[in-house]
């Protein structure tokens, strides 16, 4: 079994306070999780390139951009270059996924591909040995604090069965409403890298938010 790992995601800090809040989850999760939106792909707009090579200087955690843009084989890789541990495109979007994935990984950083609730995951079996992670979103891509769709569990299961079947080292993360009521449904589920961000920086102390969202979904 592969360890479980926590990627806060830095959408529901404080923006004006990034370092602090970057800091403040360094000792007890696995990555910081960044999400890009464009106000096309999706209807939010959050940060970009400036603030992910500003957080790289300062973050001890590795930076986990979640692009959620209309064009990333356009921009994914200088997110890679400005620093990312890894870069997650989004299915939905890439046009040239093949070539985007491995521009990501030769520039050094973790390639993943999300994949949006009403999207099938079997039509991305054949990427599987292009990359490191598959996103499941668990909410419609845009907002932090929405609840986690039930719906997508069943899907959890069948990434997990692929990646397996796969023989592969494919991590499974899910995204959206993950939060001491859901994670276990989706640990259960195969998922394995788990991201939150209401239920972290939501919290008085988001350590000990992280320190217990680890303990629930290793049981
Ligand atoms: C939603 C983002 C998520 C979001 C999660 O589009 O991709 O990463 O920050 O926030 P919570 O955990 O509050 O649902
Ligand atoms: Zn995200």
């Known amino acids: 079994d592969v360890a479980i790992q926590i990627s806060p995601s830095i959408l529901s800090a404080d923006f004006t306070h990034l370092a602090d809040e970057a800091a403040a989850v360094a000792n007890s999760a ?3 999780h960044v999400d890009v939106m464009d106000n096309h792909f999706v209807p939010n707009l959050t940060l970009g390139l400036p603030v992910v090579e500003s957080l790289h200087r300062v ?3 590795p930076l986990d951009c979640h692009l959620m843009i209309e064009d990333p084989d356009r921009w994914a890789p200088s997110y890679a270059e400005a620093g990312a541990g890894g870069v997650t495109i989004h299915a ?5 996924p093949v ?4 521009t990501i990984r030769a520039e050094h950083a973790r390639a993943g591909l999300a994949i949006n609730p009403a999207t099938p995951v ?4 054949e990427l599987l040995p292009e990359l490191d992670m598959v996103l499941l979103m668990t909410v419609e ?17 069948r990434a997990r069965e692929l990646i397996d079947g796969g ?3 494919v991590r499974l993360q899910v995204d959206g409403g993950v939060s001491a009521d859901t994670i276990e449904q989706a640990a259960a589920a195969g998922a394995d890298v788990f991201v939150a961000g209401s239920a972290v920086y939501g ?3 988001p350590a000990a938010a992280v320190d217990a969202l680890r303990a629930q979904a290793q049981r």
């Open 30 to 32: 696995d990555w910081l």
């Open 59 to 61: 973050a001890d955690l």
């Open 92 to 96: 939905e979007a890439a046009k040239a």
């Open 99 to 102: 070539r985007t994935l491995r």
């Open 122 to 125: 079997e039509h991305y079996a």
């Open 141 to 157: 891509p845009g907002f932090g604090g929405q609840s986690f769709l039930e719906m997508v569990v069943p899907k959890i299961r």
């Open 167 to 169: 023989g592969g080292t």
């Open 203 to 205: 919290k008085e102390d």
